[in-house]
């Protein structure tokens, strides 16, 4: 008998572990259940974080993903005061020009012609060309400049223009400002005009 009631005692043992088991089991079963019910329904701070999330976005990821950086316009900056800057010395171009025009004049004139016709084709028509190229890099320099200083009013909302760019390109304004009105000056012979020859 003590084998009987040991053998019972396992049996009870093993239906006890066994009734666990199916326990566990149903129980195992329903988890997943009340998991899906869960992850239906969002956490209530998961979905306000989100929301603050959106609210809170950088001006320039709204804009777009790739924000301008500003190079172009601190080269336009650049080369609206190198512009300038080339008005105001005369620039390679306004050389050869000039030389250009002293060698037509030469030719065009005759040594017998007056002295006053000789300065004018010689040196009045050169002194002419190189304050017309003069003029022509002054002007480019202010457009450039204008149109820099202009550029942000028509970008992205919200983004300041560098100040570096800003202080640049008012120097190539100013620069193209100085060399047109010395160009100006220069062409109608009003500052260094020609010399009088009578």
């Known amino acids: 008998m003590a084998t009987k009631t040991t053998e019972g005692t396992e049996t009870g043992t093993a239906a006890g572990t066994g009734a666990r088991k199916d326990d566990e089991t149903t129980a ?3 988890a997943p259940e009340e998991r899906a019910v869960d992850a239906a329904q969002p ?3 998961a979905v306000a974080s989100a929301a603050e999330g959106e609210g809170e976005g950088d001006p ?3 804009a777009g993903d790739k924000a301008p950086s500003g190079v172009g316009q601190g080269a336009g900056a650049v080369v609206s005061a190198a512009l300038g800057l080339v ?3 005369g620039g390679w171009i306004g050389t050869v020009a000039s030389a250009r025009e002293q060698l037509v004049g030469q030719l ?3 040594s017998t012609a007056s002295v006053a016709t000789q300065v004018k084709e010689v040196y009045g028509d050169a002194w002419h060309t190189t ?6 890099f002054a002007l480019a320099a202010l457009i450039t400049g204008v149109v820099v200083l202009a550029r942000p009013a028509f970008g992205v909302p919200g983004r300041p223009q560098a100040p570096w760019i800003k202080s640049v390109a008012w120097a190539g304004v100013s620069l ?3 060399g047109l ?3 100006v000056l220069k062409y109608s012979d009003a500052l260094l005009g020609l010399p009088s020859t009578g």
């Not at 304050?131 to 022509?136: I, K, M, R, V």
């Open 28 to 30: 195992a079963a329903g």
């Open 43 to 45: 956490d209530e701070d």
């Open 60 to 62: 320039e990821e709204a």
């Open 87 to 89: 008005s105001l010395s």
């Open 108 to 110: 065009r004139t005759s």
């Open 131 to 136: 304050a017309l190229w003069a003029g022509l």
């Open 176 to 178: 193209g400002v100085i």
């Open 181 to 183: 009105l010395l160009a």
